[in-house]
């Protein structure tokens, strides 16, 4: 489903920067080569540096584990050969308790080489944590510029934490995986078993079998490896996504809910995560192959070795060969299998969480270093300064690609319990009027105390009433009541419709309030958020009907920002909104809502604080935007500051403690 920006989500890109234009472009993931490993190891083993004292304890302990692994199937073999020799009591005791002292020891030289390489992990990602953050609040406010923040707090908080992963879990089972294939090799060609390596069939048949597969299996895995480190990327980008856009979809909630594109943003989400989800199918399904494989090599080198020796089975007793030796080589070749399949496993997460890692570097190596000795020891390599993050900013919030009003409003379900809306047909068009009686609304902040109180008022087709009082006073409350996303617990709301004389009152259960907000040209100063797309849809968020490119200039014209939206690198197709590297001055911001107010074509217009840091140019283009809508018809409730806006009103309406006070002509 394509979203609100306007790229193919099964790509991923990168901040780059022309010499002749500051804006970044975006660039494709398939058209940049991916950070050189060297890099990449360079910065795991400065960080493993951090209180490295704890980490050789936890080796040490480990390997020692490993070591008693492998000799653990010695005891066991010689047991069965003394229960096979009928051996003494004592002497079956006393391997007995040599095989229990091993096992014992094994298990508690395992718990404490785990709880030291944790304790290592865990010491080593709280001072990097708190030494990249500190990095990333000395940057210049223009880093943020350029990075998104969601993409941020993704890459400093669930990519960060692979790296614990591959200092606790991964590196550790590398090390006593390569420990325990060696270990077992030595063991296997210096003790008894040996002699059962070299025997003629046994050459011929298992020693080739088991290189061959170790080698095909080898193969696979580092096939795996290679294409799993692209694909984690793309998996982890795609999660940034879709939890980006998440969370900026929560934090622009008011701007949301005044443009009416909820629907929306759950099409995008949905976009979202279903490329998340399948991104991470795929991989899955190929770790599962690999483990698959892996197991199976293990499986095979172990039917093999029975079936070698059922083949000369008769043979081996007759040169004088112990079942405990033959038990023994069995053990022997399982766990050589065993340390293959983790060995092969974990070199592979390690290699995928390479993508975490690099995400993770660019984050730490991009902006300015700050002088500051907590971060002076980050890496072994010095970090560089002023680089950018070598990353997108990534699509966190949109809409469909219908923005300009082709796709139709989906259908609001009610269970049949429920009175029927009323349709949104040209019978319920607002013709400008609005009526408010006798309303109160409680306060979300104190409990107990009224935003509202009482209020009574009545804005007029071609009216233009101003909300004046201290701050506090009401007068947002009033307008958030009048756009229908507050509900008042006392009192009535009422619209005109241009099929009826009088105001109508209305109710959530008897009229679609969707249809009716989209007839509100709504400016708030609680809702001038940028999203990350073009001019041209940014514009058109939040209209139902379509919207023309004529239209669209002709609205920025009478606003006044026509001129600075052509001045961009792309005009109205550029790229703006979060990161995007294109910066708009308060007073344009400001323009930008009132044109999307008024591409909704509305018959009442409720603005607050619509005019904040308007240029002296740009209020009378507002002024004068403002009187020719009241002349088609157009009723207007504002609170505003400016003398020049306020010279049009055809009352003022005072509200103190959330009760009016006076209207003045």
Known sequence: MPTMYDVPHSEDFALTYDEDDAAPQPQALTQRRLMPVRRLMSFLFGLATISWPVAVVGYIFSLGASALQIYIP??????????????????????LDAFIAAQVSYLLVTLLGGLFIEVWATRLMRKFRARLFHHLLSQELAFFGRASISEIITRSGQDSMVLKSIFASTSL???????????????????????????????????????????????????????????????????????????????????????????????????????????????NSVTRFLQFVTEGSGALMLCIAFAVLIRTYSGLLEDGFDIGDVVTLLLHIKL????????????????????????????AESGVLPQHPLVSRLSKQDLASDVSLGFAPQAVLGCSKRCGGEGAQEERETEEAFPKMVDASPACVLNGRLVLEEVSLMSLSTSGERALREVSLSLSPGEMLALDGPPGSGKS??????????????????????????????????????????????????????????????????????????????????????DRILSLKEGYQTVIGDSSGVVFTESEISQLMIVRALLRKPRIFLLDQADMGLTEEATASFAAVLAEERASGASVLLVSNKPEILRGATATVRIEGGAVISRKP
């Open 173 to 283: 089972q590398i090390v006593t995986a390569l420990m325990t294939l060696i270990a077992t090799l030595i063991f296997m060609f210096t003790q008894s078993t040996y002699r059962i390596l070299v025997d003629d069939n046994m050459s011929v048949y298992l020693l080739p079998s088991i290189v061959i597969i170790c080698l095909a299996t080898i193969g696979f895995g580092a096939l795996y490896a290679v294409w799993g480190r692209r694909a984690n990327l793309y998996v982890r980008q795609s999660a940034g996504r879709m939890l980006g856009f998440t969370l900026e979809s929560f934090m622009n909630i008011v701007t949301v809910k005044v443009l009416q594109i909820e629907n929306r943003h759950v099409a995008d989400f949905c976009a979202f995560s279903s490329d998340y989800f399948s991104r991470v199918l795929k991989f």
């Open 336 to 363: 050589l299998s065993r340390g293959l399949s983790q060995l092969i496993t974990s070199v592979d997460r390690f290699v995928i969480s390479l993508g975490s890692v690099e995400r993770v570097v660019q984050l």
């Open 477 to 562: 409350a009033l307008l958030l009541v009048c756009q229908l996303l507050a509900w008042p617990h006392k009192g009535a709301v009422k619209f005109g419709f241009t099929n009826s004389e009088e105001a109508e009152r209305v109710h959530e259960l008897t009229h679609d309030f969707d249809a009716l907000r989209v007839q509100l040209g709504v400016v708030s100063s609680l809702a001038r958020d940028l999203f990350r797309t073009t001019v041209e849809m940014n514009l058109v968020l939040g209209t139902r009907t379509p919207t023309t490119s004529d239209e669209m200039r002709a609205a920025c014209t009478r606003v006044g920002i026509h």
């Open 74 to 95: 010695v005891l066991y073999g010689d047991m069965i050969d003394k229960l096979d020799s009928s051996a003494s009591r004592d002497s079956l005791w006393n391997t």
